[in-house]
């Protein structure tokens, strides 16, 4: 039996515009847990790489079916979580910002990434402050939304405004479960956001509601299974597929949200957004 999806879409609802993207993927051959980094990861639960393999893949053709430029950088023996393609770096104006990683099992990565880019002629920055990337920067419109607390330094944000010359605006996440600002906010378009709440202080919160007075509030049901941690052309919203209450809103507000099962990924904290590496030129 076929649904009407146009039938959920308020009425008031804008149109909304699918935008090109270019992006860059890790394919997760190494993917396992074997230490804790972030509240997620469990080496006593088992992992199974050929599953991981196989819902990446599922996501890579989502992308590639929704018409992007799909880049992919090597995968490396012993860097089970660069398949978490976020935290390599921020990208802006064809400069590359690269990452210095909090955590000693993550720092190759930083270097990796940052080979792959001037390889594929960016002009990269080496980070002097410690920072994870596409992890906590995102970039809505002109602003870049910054978070802190757990992983990326909040000094990096005064780097991040020097190199790139826009507006920073720093968030604090308080809620360990959610270590980088990707898993607490989906960009949704320039203009548009969705974020959860319990996952900021105070100060941030007033921040975020003057900004977005119509920002889609996330349940703490959708976050928890890193709902928020989805990727979006301005039209399709690609999200993890049990995220049922946000797929509805996204509806709603005339949007395409396209589930993906992810959830071996989960296993080591990641989900959609953090396999996705925007690449701005």
């Not at 819902?55 to 490396?76: A, E, R, S």
């Not at 995102?138 to 910054?146: K, R, W």
Request: net charge negative; charged share 20%.
């Amino acid at each position: 039996m076929s649904t009407n999806l146009d039938a959920l879409v308020s009425p008031e609802a804008p149109v909304r515009t699918a935008l090109k993207r270019t992006i860059l993927m890790c394919k997760p051959s190494y993917f396992t847990v074997v230490y804790r980094i972030n509240p997620w990861m469990d080496p006593a639960v088992p992992t199974d790489t050929a599953l991981a393999v196989a819902q990446w893949q599922t996501l890579y053709d989502t992308y590639v079916g929704l018409g992007f430029d799909v880049h992919l950088i090597d995968p490396i023996d012993g860097l089970p979580d660069m398949v978490y393609a976020a935290n390599g770096g921020f990208v802006i104006d064809n400069i590359a910002y690269g990452a210095a990683f909090t955590y000693p099992q993550r720092q190759p990565e930083g270097p990796a990434y940052m080979d792959w880019f001037r390889e594929n002629g960016f002009d990269v920055r080496v980070p002097q402050e410690i920072n994870e990337g596409e992890g906590d920067f995102l970039l809505v419109g002109d602003v870049i939304l910054a978070g802190t607390g757990f992983r990326s330094a909040s000094n990096s944000h005064e780097e991040v405004s020097a190199i790139y010359g826009r507006p920073v605006i720093t968030l604090n996440l308080v809620n360990p479960n959610f270590y980088h600002l990707d898993t607490a906010i989906a960009v949704l378009d320039d203009t548009n956001i969705a974020y959860l709440p319990s996952a900021f202080d105070e100060p941030s919160l007033a921040i975020l509601r003057e900004r977005y007075p119509d920002a889609v509030i996330a349940t703490e049901e959708d976050a928890a299974i890193l709902g928020l941690n989805s990727y979006s052309d301005g039209y399709n919203v690609v999200i993890a597929a049990r995220a049922k209450d946000f797929e509805r809103q996204l509806r709603e507000r005339g949007y395409n949200p396209i589930g993906v099962d992810l959830s071996e990924l989960l296993l080591g904290g990641g989900g959609v957004k953090c396999c996705t590496l925007e690449l701005r030129r």
